[in-house]
């Protein structure tokens, strides 16, 4: 009916309903012809019958032409025989052109990712449908009891899993003989509210961590991603772990900065900045959602703190600096993609001395002479 049509609208936000019998396009019910009408009547009754189509695989271009021609904002893509495969809206290619470096799937939706403890097996299997990536979250993965639950996780959910957090050449090993598995996290201890290795002497640095991953899939013959979680604090920390062997870098302190974290914003000492807490931080681990990571009852101990980071603005703002500072350093390298960042980047030791030169020197910098 007209009325279930309306609340299937307003529960997905959407103002148009393709309509099929079976899986053929037999009309599409829009704002306008649902307006006047009552809720007891059969959509098939009020629904456009004569609808412009297009053949799945046609071009952005194409799609804004004829959406133009016809004066239409939905776009039903169908097959040769009529089925639907598809819906091209307006507003879909206004955002696409608003927003032209967005992630997305396969489906035009936004990529999702949720961290899962491998235990949770039921809030896993709820978060499957809307999320294309499950993170394992646990501080240090190679553990028996670990592998064992993250296997049946994967055999019980569609979305690519990612296990982690690892550091050693064994703890990989051990992660890719869970068949099925998609990346791997790395780095333990790494981050800037993370005290595991200070608190517990246990840990693994993220640069250290990533070169073990990397190697050690490179002697089985295996291209998983790698994502270098921990101690990233600006442009060239990621384009050192990316020419590590990292894939894709993982960051809380700089997001934390930013205006959409839910840290509170306070002036101290007139500048602004944004609370910053740790998941193992003893305020943190009061919270459900952090006792299967770090286990506050079990180990009795915080592995993280919390604190205060300078406030940087829009997250949009940082994400733009970032990879303008990561294009530049990958131009340093001559690699066009991370793949050849691989291949083309050269490390070296840095003494002392060396590592000096490398920061601004022997000058007075305005942040200093003004005491900031």
Request: charged residues 25%; hydrophobic residues 40%.
């Amino acid at each position: 009916t007209v009325g279930e049509a309306l609340r299937l609208m307003k529960t997905h936000n959407i103002s148009g309903l393709p309509v099929v019998e079976g899986e053929k396009l037999v009309g599409i019910l829009t704002g306008r012809d649902v307006r006047f009408a009552k809720d007891s009547q059969k959509v098939g009754e009020v629904m456009t019958k004569e609808v412009v189509t297009a053949r799945e695989g046609i071009s952005i271009e194409e799609a804004v032409q004829i959406l133009h021609t016809h004066r239409i904002e939905k776009l039903p893509l169908v097959d040769e025989n009529g089925k639907l495969r598809g819906l091209i809206t307006f507003k879909d290619i206004s955002l696409k052109g608003k927003f032209p470096n967005a992630a997305r799937d396969e489906k035009g939706q936004l990529l999702c990712a949720a961290a899962v403890s491998p235990f949770d097996l039921e809030r896993a299997k709820k978060l499957d449908p809307y999320v294309n990536i499950l993170v394992t979250d646990v501080a240090h993965f190679h553990n028996r009891n670990v592998i064992e639950a993250t296997k049946r996780l994967v055999k019980e959910v569609q979305a690519d899993v990612v296990v982690g957090n690892l550091g050693t050449s064994e703890g990989v090993e051990a992660a890719i003989s869970i068949e099925g598995i998609a990346g791997l996290r790395v780095g333990i201890g790494s981050g800037s509210i993370c005290v595991t290795s200070d608190v517990l002497g246990a840990g693994s640095p993220t640069l250290s961590a990533t070169c073990r991953a990397a190697d050690t899939l490179r002697e089985h013959g295996l291209d998983l991603p790698i994502i270098a979680d921990g101690g990233i604090r600006n442009a060239g920390d990621i384009a050192i772990a990316l020419a590590a062997g990292a894939s894709a870098v993982m960051m809380g302190n700089l997001f934390a900065r930013c205006r959409e974290a839910p840290g509170t914003l306070m002036a101290i000492g007139g500048r602004y900045y944004k609370q910053y807490r740790g998941m193992g931080s003893p305020s943190a681990m009061q919270v459900r959602h952090a006792l299967d990571r770090y286990s506050m009852p079990a180990k009795g101990i915080a592995e993280g703190v919390e604190g205060w980071v300078p406030y940087k603005g829009e997250v949009s703002t940082l994400v733009q600096e970032l990879t303008a500072g990561l294009r530049a350093a990958m131009g340093y390298a001559g690699a066009r993609n991370i793949r050849e960042l691989w291949e083309k980047a050269k490390f070296q030791f840095l003494t002392p001395l060396g590592a000096q030169e490398t920061r601004p020197h022997d000058v007075l910098l305005p942040s200093e002479a003004l005491g900031v």
